[in-house]
């Protein structure tokens, strides 16, 4: 179902948009300061660190605004639930980076590495919800 002027919101659609703006300061971060980005791409992956960064921010951006739109909300939902997951060997990187760095930063970057799953979990409630 699609949402007009003549419908109510669906539940959901506050979330959505929450997860949407979240995505897409995240993606513009990406561009607006973009070091802390490059520091945690994997060495394995083929490129420059400053390319993966642009492309991930770049994709951020695309979910972002497919989670935004009704009618693309599901596909850009699950879409935001993988790129969740794709980003964790990055988040692991970091916090494997980080090992001498002083106590209350590594555990800050040790605690975020489980906030990953609530993350997908949402992706896929907004996801689940968009087909209400």
């Known amino acids: 179902m699609t949402q007009t002027a003549d419908t109510p919101p669906r539940r959901g659609d ?3 948009l929450r997860l949407s703006a979240g995505l897409a300061a ?3 971060l990406h561009f607006a300061v973009p070091r802390p980005f490059d520091a945690i791409i994997p060495e394995s992956l083929p490129g ?3 390319a ?4 991930s921010g770049i994709a951020e951006i695309a979910v972002a605004a497919a989670v935004a739109n009704p009618s693309t909300r599901r596909l850009g939902a699950l ?4 790129l969740f997951a794709a980003v964790f060997p990055a988040n692991i990187k970091m916090a494997r980076d980080w090992k001498d760095k ?3 930063l590594r555990l800050a970057v040790q605690a975020r590495l489980p906030l990953q799953v609530p993350l997908v979990v949402w992706a896929l409630w ?3 919800k968009a087909d209400a």
């Not at 993966?52 to 492309?55: F, Q, V």
């Not at 879409?79 to 993988?82: L, R, T, V």
Request: proline share 13%; charged share 15%.
């Open 14 to 16: 506050a979330a959505a």
């Open 102 to 104: 002083p106590k209350p």
């Open 26 to 28: 995240m993606g513009a």
């Open 126 to 128: 907004v996801a689940r």
């Open 52 to 55: 993966w960064t642009h492309l």
């Open 79 to 82: 879409a935001a639930a993988g």
């Open 48 to 50: 420059t660190p400053r």
